[in-house]
């Protein structure tokens, strides 16, 4: 079992910045992606970026390239979300997701082992 505890979520102008931190407990990393989704009011769940933890190569949804970077801090077990130049369409619940490395090569179209709670992030234009 991996627990996800997201944190850093909150309301923000239009232009301005956060950093949503996803700190993990219960197993080492080593093995998993991570990922951040969110999902807006009546839209669906979208991916939003990944990176492996093994080797902390990212990837990111286009409508957030350029703009939003995810790190991962190993000593600590958490990943990061920083999302700079933030737009009022980026509000949502940001949730945090773990994959088991492995099984998401054989089927990167499944859904994520396990999930967080969810962060609210608030964008005011």
């Not at 969110?38 to 669906?44: L, V, Y």
């Not at 773990?98 to 962060?119: E, I, K, N, S, V």
Request: aromatic share 12%.
């Amino acid at each position: 079992q991996v627990h996800l505890e997201e944190s850093g979520g909150g309301l923000v102008q239009a232009g301005g910045s956060l950093r949503l931190s996803c700190a993990a407990s219960g197993r080492t990393l080593s093995s998993y992606i991570m990922a951040w989704f969110r999902q807006a009011p009546g839209k669906e769940r979208e991916f939003v970026a990944r990176i492996k933890w093994s080797s902390g190569s990212p990837n990111y949804a286009d409508s957030v390239k350029g703009r939003f970077t995810i790190s991962r801090n190993t000593a600590k077990n958490t990943v990061y979300l920083q999302m700079n130049s933030l737009k009022p369409e980026d509000t949502a619940i940001y949730y945090c997701a773990a994959y088991l490395a492995y099984l998401f090569g054989r089927d990167p179209d499944r859904d994520p082992d396990y999930w967080g709670q969810g962060t609210q992030v608030t964008v005011s234009s």
